[in-house]
């Protein structure tokens, strides 16, 4: 029984981990990602007069601006898994006091919109970088 006590301990301490770890990277995502919004916003000129170069200006500022959004839920939502932890714990406790039971262990799965969130803002923010660069390509070609 004292085996399983320490597997159980064990596996909460992975998955605290690994909640921290995902959430750290999503803030230095975010982070990221944020100055380079900055960055691009304030360094672009409005001297380029082609639809193209512009189109791919709005397009990539646009994808970026997706990528920050939904990196920003993601951060939220690890913040928040621990208070939804502890109402889910509160609520069991309540459960087995009204029932006059042990308190059964708590599981909290990701939300289906964390998960969604995470791959799509992934998937913006490189598309993001893409688009810079086809735009700066651009801008060379059509310029010179």
């Known amino acids: 029984m004292d085996s399983f006590e320490n597997q159980k301990r064990l596996q909460a301490n992975y998955g605290e981990e690994a909640v921290r770890k995902r959430d750290s990277f999503f803030r230095h995502v975010l982070l990221v990602s944020s100055s380079i919004f900055g960055i691009v916003v304030s ?15 709005g397009l990539s500022l646009v994808l970026l601006v997706l990528g920050i959004l939904l990196a920003g839920v ?40 964390t998960i969604i969130c995470e791959r799509i803002s992934l998937l913006l923010l490189i598309m993001g970088v893409i688009m810079l660069t086809a735009y700066k390509i651009t801008l060379i070609f059509l310029s010179s």
Request: net charge positive; hydrophobic share 35%; with cysteine.
């Open 43 to 57: 360094l672009h000129s409005n001297s380029s007069s082609n639809l193209y170069i512009r189109l791919a200006f």
């Open 74 to 113: 993601v951060v939220y939502d690890c913040a928040m898994i621990y208070e939804r932890l502890r109402q889910a714990h509160y609520k069991e406790v309540e459960s087995a006091l009204n029932e006059c039971r042990e308190v059964s262990p708590i599981l909290i799965h990701e939300r289906k919109r």
